[in-house]
């Protein structure tokens, strides 16, 4: 079964300044899509960013952005000039090739706790 | 649109009572997938379905959880009994297709609370 695994409980940082949030994971596939959700404390899961793992090029979405590593299984997350509403608990998602017949959610990490320090 | 839409938001039930969750999905969505999020688990796939099929129930954790969808804008999670463990927040969440630009829509979730 896949995992993914966020290190990383917590984290603080500066307002304005860069932080970078971690994701390993493991699977056996070579075609599988990955994820970053925010989970402020509305509970509400926001999609932050996604990567197909067939594409070499890193997403970015504004202030976000990934580091794909493939064959390392690394997928993190760096968030540039930090805002105060970028406060809440981050999770790493992976997601299989379509199957057809099962496996098709999101598996997730235990997710990062972002504290940004005004 | 209004979004994935559940309810209750809020729900507090005594050990031994049923209780239903409900879900309404984003319209025109084909899938609908059940969450469950903890402390000590975190968020899990209970359920989900496709065209109002269950596709995949491997994730419910056992008999006294059900899940139902009767038409393409509803979606039921039964708990029959309810236990103190079953304490949690649960997310419903929907998609069109599984293609690259799959992306599940959740809901706000519903807090349960089972004393």
């Known amino acids: 079964a896949q995992t993914v695994t966020q290190s990383q409980p917590e984290m603080s940082v500066q307002e304005a300044e860069t932080v970078t949030l971690s994701c390993t994971y493991d699977?056996?596939?070579?075609?599988?899509?990955l994820f970053w959700y925010k989970q402020p404390p509305s509970r509400q899961m926001i999609l932050v960013i996604r990567?197909?793992?067939?594409?070499?090029q890193n997403a970015t979405e504004n202030r976000f952005s990934v580091n794909f590593q493939k064959a390392a299984k690394s997928f993190s997350l760096k968030i540039s000039d930090s805002q105060l509403g970028d406060a809440a608990m981050y999770f790493c998602?992976?997601?299989?090739?379509?199957?057809?017949?099962?496996?098709?959610?999101?598996?997730f990490g235990k997710g990062t706790h972002l504290i940004i320090q005004p | 649109d209004a979004g994935v839409i559940q309810s209750p938001r809020h729900e507090v039930t005594e050990m031994g009572q049923e209780v239903t969750l409900r879900c309404k999905p984003i319209?025109?969505?084909?899938?609908l997938f059940w969450y469950r999020q903890t402390m000590m688990r975190g968020l899990e796939l209970l359920i989900y379905?496709?065209?109002?099929?269950?596709?995949?129930d491997s994730g419910m954790p056992e008999d006294r959880f059900s899940a139902k969808m009767p038409n393409a804008s509803f979606s039921t999670l039964k708990i029959q009994p309810s236990e103190p463990r079953d304490s949690a927040v649960y997310f419903c969440?929907?998609?069109f297709g599984l293609g690259p630009s799959y992306e599940q829509y959740f809901g706000p979730g519903t807090r349960l609370t089972v004393t």
């Open positions: 969440a929907s998609s």
């Open positions: 699977t056996s596939e070579s075609d599988y899509y």
């Open positions: 990567q197909e793992a067939y594409k070499q």
């Open positions: 998602a992976y997601r299989g090739p379509y199957s057809g017949g099962g496996a098709d959610g999101l598996t």
């Open positions: 319209s025109g969505h084909d899938y």
């Open positions: 379905f496709n065209n109002n099929v269950p596709i995949d």
